[in-house]
């Protein structure tokens, strides 16, 4: 089971920017998929993005509405998800996870290794 580390949550007002990080292994973003999940209080987790080994990209178009974009940097094995135009209703702790390669990307189950999270806290 990899390492993934996020870094970069905290408290923004509605319409600010933050910029998540998750840092795992050279050879695990370069060769696994790599996505960003979400989970805001009482509710299940949610698939945020995911990008695959060869750079193809997912989201979740009902919940990012364009404003998430979602890098990788293999060389330093990390995967960052940009946030744009936050609103409240994104206010969840976000997690960093690697599945296998040709697994459901937006599937939580498809993935074997899970970060411990970081709070991102919208307010209005």
């Known amino acids: 089971q990899a390492q993934l580390v996020e870094s970069g949550g905290g408290l923004v007002q509605a319409g600010d920017s933050l910029r998540l990080s998750c840092q795992a292994s050279?050879?695990?973003?370069?060769?696994?998929?790599m996505g960003w999940f979400r989970q805001a209080p009482g509710k299940e987790r949610e698939f945020v993005a995911a990008?695959?080994?060869?750079?193809?990209?997912?989201y979740n178009e009902n919940s990012v509405k364009g404003r998430f974009t979602i890098s990788k940097d293999s060389v330093k094995g990390t995967v960052s998800l940009q946030m744009n135009s936050l609103e409240p209703e994104d206010t969840a702790v976000y997690y960093c996870?690697?599945?296998?390669?040709?697994?459901?990307?937006?599937?939580?189950?498809?993935?074997?290794?899970w970060g411990q999270g970081t709070q991102v806290t919208v307010s209005s």
């Open positions: 996870a690697a599945a296998p390669p040709g697994s459901p990307s937006a599937v939580p189950g498809s993935y074997t290794s």
């Open positions: 050279a050879r695990i973003v370069m060769w696994y998929t």
């Open positions: 990008i695959s080994r060869i750079g193809t990209f997912k």
